[in-house]
T-cell receptor, first 112, second 112 residues
Framework: EPEVTQTPSHQVTQMGQEVILRCVPI?????FYWYRQILGQKVEFLVS????????KSEIFDDQFSVERPDGSNFTLKIRSTKLEDSAMYFC??????????FGPGTRLTVL | SQQGEEDPQALSIQEGENATMNCSYK?????LQWYRQNSGRGLVHLIL?????REKHSGRLRVTLDTSKKSSSLLITASRAADTASYFC????????????FGSGTQLTVLP
């Protein structure tokens, strides 16, 4: 069964460093998403991507964040200068023509 | 706004018992979905109920939706220890990408 994959599973970085989180959505899906979940809190929407551009973004998704789909398979989230409060699980999701979003296993980002 | 609030926050039952979790939301929805998350892992889609549906079944899962009360319930019958996880309701937004807004979740513990 096709699934969304994410790498790395765990990323540790120093405050102020740039990180890139990678996702491979399910092929032939059209909509791509990033969510985050701070430990013990809700899953929060960050950004959606469709037709090679951002379609929606939340207040969390400020100038420090960017997304890219550099080729036909990868979907990346970049944080330019990480802050302590960026520590969280980051989930990638994709959706085809249907209504269900399929989530990846997540990347745990720890900012020291 | 706080969309998708579940109650109870935590629920502990014996194997074989039924578990009921409730979710309330504030805005109009296209559909409501339930996801499961094992500790520190990704989100697994369980079931989707459309706004024009009142009840839906899938295996041991039963979901109800009351749009007049803006609430939903998830019933897991004949629970198993393997059902131990966090359960989240999620509503899709009116935005073009139909991104999800998650509730705070119910932590279900099924004791063997």
């Amino acid at each position: 069964e096709p699934e969304v994959t994410q790498t790395p599973s765990h990323q540790v970085t120093q405050m102020g460093q740039e990180v890139i989180l990678r996702c491979v959505p399910i092929s032939n899906h059209l909509y791509f998403y990033w969510y985050r979940q701070i430990l013990g809190q809700k899953v929060e929407f960050l950004v959606s991507f469709y037709n090679n551009e951002i379609s929606e973004k939340s207040e969390i998704f400020d100038d420090q964040f960017s997304v890219e789909r550099p080729d036909g398979s990868n979907f990346t989230l970049k944080i330019r200068s990480t802050k302590l409060e960026d520590s969280a699980m980051y989930f990638c999701a994709s959706r085809g023509q249907g209504m269900v979003e399929f989530f990846g296993p997540g990347t745990r980002l720890t900012v020291l | 706004s706080q969309q998708g609030e579940e109650d109870p926050q935590a629920l502990s039952i014996q194997e074989g018992e039924n578990a009921t979790m409730n979710c309330s939301y504030k805005t109009s929805i296209n559909n409501l979905q339930w996801y499961r998350q094992n500790s520190g892992r990704g989100l697994v889609h369980l079931i989707l109920i459309r706004s024009n549906e009142r009840e839906k079944h899938s295996g041991r899962l039963r979901v109800t939706l009351d749009t007049s009360k803006k609430s939903s319930s998830l019933l897991i019958t004949a629970s198993r220890a393997a059902d131990t996880a966090s359960y989240f309701c999620a509503t899709d937004a009116s935005g073009s990408a139909r991104q999800l807004t998650f509730g705070s979740g119910t932590q279900l513990t099924v004791l063997p």
